[in-house]
């Protein structure tokens, strides 16, 4: 599970944020402004090709979004469907 979060964290720091900014595995995402609603989906078509899963957009909330660890939780609920 260790190599899923920091290839989401990797992926996050690459695509959306500056070149100075870090985040944890905690950091809200959403919530403090990392990920918006377009950037949202474009991490949700990431990890479905990535891990090679489906995710429900019943699913994709921002809720589940708002932290690495939170799309971990949910990238492993499909993963092995």
């Known amino acids: 599970m260790e190599d899923i979060k920091e290839l989401v964290r990797s992926y ?3 695509e ?3 070149e100075d900014e870090e985040i944890t595995f905690d950091t809200p995402l959403i919530s ?3 990920v918006d ?7 949700l078509v990431f ?10 957009p019943s699913k994709a909330t921002p809720e589940a979004f708002d ?3 939170k799309i971990v939780e949910l990238v492993n609920q499909y993963i092995n469907k």
């Open 67 to 69: 932290s690495v660890n």
């Open 47 to 56: 990890l479905e090709n990535k891990f090679k899963i489906k995710i429900p």
């Open 37 to 43: 609603s377009f950037s949202m989906v474009s991490l």
């Open 12 to 14: 996050i720091v690459k």
């Open 32 to 34: 403090s402004g990392y």
């Open 16 to 18: 959306y944020l500056e």
